[in-house]
């Protein structure tokens, strides 16, 4: 996922991306810790998606303010 595209988002659909990562962060976490985790990178790749939409919506809000 790459920030131009979230810049394209509206906040709704943001705090949703946003709802559905920590969600799928949540299940990986879980999976990683009753070792049924096929790929361990795709924690960070969540994390790093998680920073990003969270950047933008900050943007965006700094922008309205």
Known sequence: MKA???REMTDV???KQLKDL???LFNLRFQHA???LD???RIET???DIA???T???EKNAKNA
């Open 4 to 6: 131009t595209e979230l």
């Open 13 to 15: 659909e943001l705090n």
């Open 22 to 24: 920590k969600a799928e």
């Open 34 to 36: 009753i070792n049924q």
């Open 39 to 41: 790929n361990p990178i």
């Open 46 to 48: 969540v994390k790093k």
């Open 52 to 54: 990003r939409v969270m």
């Open 56 to 58: 933008v919506l900050a």
